[in-house]
């Protein structure tokens, strides 16, 4: 029976269809299914919801029916383990799990059921994979030659500038150690080229072929608005947009979650809060409801999303700003899996900028970690404050041109090319908008704030210089939008600025639309804001501005849209 390897069961497309029901390959999956059941190296960059269980599902299937034996797939998530082994159970697949969720007898009868090679595809977490003991098990399993391919899921948590890092992951590398000749497939929906280097690096997946999938989730409309009312801007999203429909607003802590959440509630939206603060059981209560009733929202912090697999998340909206673009698109990833219309949605402000900066400044981290977490930030900034089409800014970030196929992965595409920094996509077709983000929607105006940026960056110039008697002294936003509309306010005659030559050089403009370029200054990185009352400061950068150097364009303020807000409450 162990030779039936040119047999037609044993080929994917049957068992695609055979065993799941499908009749054809989506995307990549034909070449990844082909490249590891004929024992190649795989790394696999699909967004969510692409098809990436099928892609070592088949494999594992094939090669156990040619008599190659187990499966082991490293998975983090015990309620994806639990969820993947019943479908696979219900389809005929002989699958199991080893983790702490089971007794001693039901572990020892999935060992029992792995030692023979019945099993075909074994589920298990990072930390359980690489005892002692479950590698002698494997390594008999190997040296009878029932060891057929390791698929390890969720492999950025290996990398530590991801969003995820599990210290568990770094001891994965035993497996190509101990197991050249066994194949491996490495999945990932996180691909930004950090993480990617460090996934080949870590898992030493040097000669893998690399698969890279487009990362665009057309179904998905974004939509990133600027700060106002936070509160009542997302409660007009949701009724105007997705009343009783499900979704998730994430919220950075988790006094805001509980209170978000709340406010909803009294607002007649169902809303549950999720955080790690909370009862486990509660915890998994609210999660249960959430995938099984219709139409709530659930008010979370980043705890809440990895591995959930709700497929008609209509909205996804963030109170506050995400870490960096990875969690960007990981997050908004959770909605429209099921690929029907769905919304991304998220309220910015520079309190999120000032937050997010300061988070990293102070943060325990070493100068070069720091150093990389400015630049991620910087990147979704540049995303939050860009008048053209998010899509484009979305895939880039991610070396992706939008409009373009994916690029076919060539034989040349091996892990260790791409550690060579070579980018995997060809040149870019610049002006080509999706038709599915606010900026295409509605092209936001521009104009041209050259004029206006200098005359706020001298202002704070001006303040370093002269402090009004007690020195060289730094002041936050309002004191400093005061100054440039020539506002005769106590701390303006206390530190005797009008005096400044650049007192009430911006009366043109109205408050809002200096906050809106100072906001738009600090994302660009000119202007710094620090201490504990968000002082301003200039940055190098400040200076090619300040001499002219470059021409600004930048978003108008959305006073409008604000006006018509207010007056819909009224
Ligand atoms: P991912 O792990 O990449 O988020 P999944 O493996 O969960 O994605 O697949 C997402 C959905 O797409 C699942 O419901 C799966 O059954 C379905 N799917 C995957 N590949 C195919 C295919 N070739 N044909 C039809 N449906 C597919
Ligand atoms: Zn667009």
């Known amino acids: 029976a162990a030779h039936r390897s040119d047999s037609a069961v044993t080929q994917p497309l049957h068992i695609l269809d055979e065993v799941f029901g499908y009749n054809a390959f989506r995307g990549q999956q034909a070449a990844i299914v082909e490249h590891v059941t004929g024992g190649g190296d795989a790394l696999v960059l699909m967004p969510t919801g692409g098809g990436k269980s099928l892609c070592y599902q088949v494999p594992a299937i094939a090669r156990h029916r040619r008599g190659q034996g187990v499966a082991v797939v490293v998975s983090p998530l015990i309620a994806l383990m639990h969820d993947q082994v019943g479908a696979l159970e219900e389809v005929g697949v002989h699958a199991a799990f080893l983790n702490s969720t089971l ?35 494997v390594d008999s399993l190997h040296q009878r030659g029932l060891l057929s391919l390791f698929a390890i899921d969720e492999a950025h948590c290996v990398s530590q500038w991801g969003h995820d890092f599990r210290a568990e992951y770094l001891a994965l590398n035993v497996l190509h150690e101990r197991y050249a000749d066994v194949p491996r497939i490495a999945l990932t929906a996180t691909a930004d080229e950090h993480t990617r280097a460090d996934i080949i690096e870590r898992l030493q997946l040097q000669d893998a072929r690399v698969f890279i999938s487009s990362f665009d989730r057309p179904n998905i409309r974004y939509l990133i608005v600027e700060k106002d009312n936070p509160r009542t801007q997302l409660l007009r999203f949701i009724r105007d947009e997705h009343e009783g429909e499900a979704g998730i607003v994430y919220c950075q802590s988790r006094k805001k979650v509980e209170e978000t959440a709340a406010w909803l509630n009294d607002e007649g939206i169902s809303a549950l809060p999720y955080h790690a603060g909370l009862d486990a059981a509660v915890r ?28 008609d998340v209509r909205f996804v909206a963030h109170l506050d700003l995400p870490k960096n673009i990875e969690s960007y ?54 995303l939050a404050e860009t008048h053209e089409c998010r899509r484009v800014r979305l895939l880039e970030y991610f070396g992706e041109h939008y409009g373009e196929p994916a690029p076919a992965a060539g034989p040349s595409q091996d892990g260790r090319s791409l550690l060579g920094g070579q980018g995997a996509h060809g040149v870019p077709t610049p002006g080509a908008g999706c038709g599915n983000c606010d900026n295409c929607l509605n092209p936001p105006a521009t104009w041209d704030a050259t004029e206006a940026a200098r005359k706020l960056l001298s202002c704070i110039y001006r303040f370093q210089q002269h402090g009004g008697g007690f020195g060289p002294r730094a002041f936050g936003a309002g004191h400093l939008i005061d100054v440039l509309r020539g506002k005769r306010t106590d701390k303006v005659a206390q530190y005797h600025h009008e005096s400044l030559s650049t007192f009430g050089i911006g009366a043109d403009l109205s408050e809002q639309q200096w906050r809106s370029v100072l906001r738009q200054l600090v994302a660009l990185g000119h202007v710094v804001a620090e201490g504990e009352f968000n002082t301003l400061g200039l940055t190098d950068s400040a200076r090619t501005v300040l001499r002219g150097g470059v021409s600004l364009q930048l978003r108008v303020a959305t006073e409008t849209k604000r006006g018509r807000g207010a007056k819909a409450k009224a």
């Open 284 to 311: 998994q209560r609210h999660q249960d409801r959430f995938l099984r009733e219709e139409g709530l929202v659930m008010v979370a912090t980043i705890a809440f999303g990895m591995g959930i697999d709700k497929p």
């Open 103 to 137: 007794s001693l007898e039901e572990a020892q009868h999935v060992e029992r059921e792995m030692m023979s090679g019945r099993l075909t595809l074994l589920y298990a977490a990072p930390e359980r994979v690489t005892t002692p003991r479950f590698l002698a098990q």
């Open 329 to 382: 698109y990981q997050e908004t990833g959770r909605a429209g899996r099921d690929g029907l219309p769905a919304e991304a949605w998220m309220a910015y402000g520079l309190a999120d900028v000032v937050n997010q900066r300061r988070m990293i400044d102070d943060g325990t981290a070493g100068e070069e970690f720091k150093r990389v977490q400015r630049g991620k930030l910087d990147a979704l900034l540049a």
